[in-house]
């Protein structure tokens, strides 16, 4: 997946609007629009887009580390909030865009460094002008790391 090394790589406002939320992250998973600069540096990928629902991995390495070398939770923020906020895009129609107004995150237990998870954001309610959605952090073993929460806001533009 490509992702945007400048604002001059990021979709125009006329592409994102005429896209459904669906539509968009499906062109995302695609290659046709560019990945979110955040994930290069966090080192997560989109893996899957579905009505409601968008799955995430990453590998947090030793520059998402903490002072004391165990994963900043800042990291674990990152990935939920992404692959909540992205599930809800997932329910936005055309002419209309979100933003995150809040989200919440328990860490259940440390994710060692260098250890790959997967982060699933899963839609619990798709509204006019919010969606809210919740996220795991999982290993490829099921352990669960983390779980997350968020309420989104819909703006319709056009």
């Not at 998973?29 to 979110?36: C, H, K, Q, T």
């Not at 995430?56 to 909030?81: K, R």
Request: charged residues 15%; contains cysteine; proline residues 6%.
């Amino acid at each position: 997946m490509p992702f945007a090394t400048s604002p001059a790589d990021l979709p125009d406002r006329d592409t994102i609007l005429s896209l459904s939320g669906l539509e968009f992250m499906q062109a995302v998973l695609r290659g046709d629009l560019p990945g979110a600069p955040i994930a290069q540096g966090m080192n997560f990928t989109l893996d899957s887009v579905a009505q409601g629902q968008c799955v995430f991995s990453g590998t947090p390495e030793f520059a998402h580390a903490n002072p004391v070398g165990g994963v900043h939770g800042g990291w674990y923020g990152t990935v939920l909030d992404s692959c909540m906020a992205c599930a809800v895009m997932t329910t936005v129609p055309k002419g209309a865009v979100y933003t995150t107004l809040e989200y919440k995150i328990n860490i259940v237990r440390a994710i060692p460094l260098g250890t790959t998870v997967t982060a699933t954001g899963t839609v619990d309610h798709a509204g006019r002008s919010t969606g809210v959605a919740s996220g795991r952090i999982e290993g490829a073993d099921g352990t669960l790391y983390a779980t997350g929460s968020t309420t989104c806001l819909i703006m319709r533009i056009a």
